[in-house]
């Protein structure tokens, strides 16, 4: 029986003082995303490909950031379900975003590295396998129209 979660996020933006959004370049992209029952507003810009705040998250980084974070929990939940024990996770996730001429773009792929430590040599080809079972149960991935591929590496901790 499938359910239904609820989530929710305001996002907030303001002309500041002296910008016009009849020029492309005249007005700042910096904005606040605030997500229903959370303590810390995350500001928020866009790109500085695209005239935003390069110190800020934007939309493309949020959502690399989301699917790395979910595969990571998902990895770690089919871990348990083996009695693989994970000490360490590390992924230097990338994406490649394709912008056309036009202004309007796409993800093509995302692509997950994890370095994985776990304590038992023997479970390293199944830790390995197993994120191919993450992926299927990523919610993010399940929501993406692109390609998520998975380089992973296990590291046995010798310590």
Not at 53 to 65: G, Q, T
Not at 83 to 111: H, M, P, Q, T
Not at 133 to 140: E, R
């Amino acid at each position: 029986m499938a359910f239904n979660h609820i989530l929710k996020a305001k996002v907030n933006w303001q002309l500041a003082h002296n910008e016009t959004t009849q020029n492309p370049k005249g007005f700042s992209r910096n904005h606040v995303v605030t997500i229903a029952n959370k303590k810390i507003p995350l500001e928020v810009s866009a790109a500085k490909a695209f005239r935003g705040d390069e110190a800020l998250y934007n939309p493309e980084d949020l959502l690399l950031s989301a699917l790395a974070s979910c595969h990571m929990m998902s990895y770690l939940y089919v871990c348990t379900q083996h009695n693989i024990e994970v000490l360490d996770y590390e992924d230097n996730a990338e994406a490649v975003l394709e912008v056309e001429a036009s202004g309007s773009g796409c993800f093509r792929k995302v692509i997950l590295n994890p370095v994985v430590t776990i304590q038992d040599a023997s479970k390293k080809e199944l830790a390995k396998t197993l994120h191919t079972k993450a992926n299927s149960l990523c919610f993010i991935a399940n929501s993406c129209n692109f390609p998520v591929e998975h380089y992973a590496e296990i590291v046995i901790n010798m310590s």
